[in-house]
């Protein structure tokens, strides 16, 4: 992307990404030339003319940049946001901004339906990422937590347990992040449980994203079938007991 933006002597690049027509109203659209010169911007439009969605990755031109935003300050005009402001004022103004296409894996989390969506790729073997490529840096919190805990009653399949996790129940296609704990009899499908989250003795958890340190009662059912299900940071679904 660099070298295409220098290549072109740009003023601004921007990242974009083909979208399915149905979802681009969603983002930002950018109509381009034969040279990927983008000669219009639609932020959000009800009927878009493209299916290239930016991704929010940009590549300015300091200088020009600089004196944009300075000018912008000496009239008083508002520049607090790319997609309504500076990309317009840089089109308006003459500016060589181009787009360039990229083709890897890229996923906007802007519903809860996509966020959910986007962990499940994740554990896919058949999405393109790869978690054990040791080329593929991921830069995160570094907790030091213990070892994970498998009980006598525990079966994982198709999952990814990150450190710290206590599983006595069963966990099928799912993400348990650092000290969940799934207890004796529980059930998780296709689901995301945040760090620090109880999912109780006999509780059944289906398509869901359960939020960091929630504590899911024991029995409690949650099925997203329909509709992928959320429960927040710290919220206790059903009776919880001294135990939790």
């Keep these: 992307m660099l070298q295409s933006h220098k290549d072109n002597n ?13 979802e681009a109203s ?9 040279n990927n010169r983008i000669v219009e911007f639609e932020e959000k439009p009800a009927q878009p003319k493209s299916t290239k969605a930016s991704m929010g990755i940009y590549i300015f031109d300091w200088q020009r940049l600089r004196n944009m935003l300075v000018a912008a300050e000496k009239s008083k005009v508002g520049m607090s946001d790319f997609g309504k402001n500076v990309i317009p004022n840089y089109l308006e103004s003459g500016e060589s901004v181009y787009a360039y296409e990229f083709s890897g894996y890229w996923k906007d989390v802007g519903t809860i339906e996509s966020l959910w969506e986007a962990n499940m790729e994740y554990i896919s073997p058949e999405n393109a990422l790869d978690s054990r490529n040791r080329q593929w840096k991921i830069y995160s919190r570094n907790l ?13 399949e198709d999952s990814l347990v990150v450190d710290g996790c206590f599983v006595d129940g069963t966990v099928k296609h799912s993400i348990l ?27 059944k958890i289906k398509r869901a994203i359960i939020g960091e340190g929630a504590i899911i009662s024991d029995g409690v059912e949650i099925d997203g079938t329909d509709e ?11 009776v919880a007991t001294d135990e939790d």
Excluded: C, W
């Design 144 to 156: 030091i937590s213990p070892p994970n805990f498998l009980g006598a009653n525990a079966h994982v």
């Design 10 to 22: 740009a003023s601004l690049t921007v990242a974009v990404l083909d979208v399915p027509l149905k």
């Design 26 to 34: 969603r983002f930002g659209i950018m109509n381009t030339d034969a």
């Design 177 to 203: 992040s650092t000290g969940a704990q799934v207890r004796e009899g529980a059930e998780v499908l296709d689901s995301v449980i945040m760090s620090g989250a109880i999912i109780g003795q006999g509780a």
């Design 228 to 238: 992928v299900q959320v429960v927040g940071y710290n919220e206790v679904v059903g």
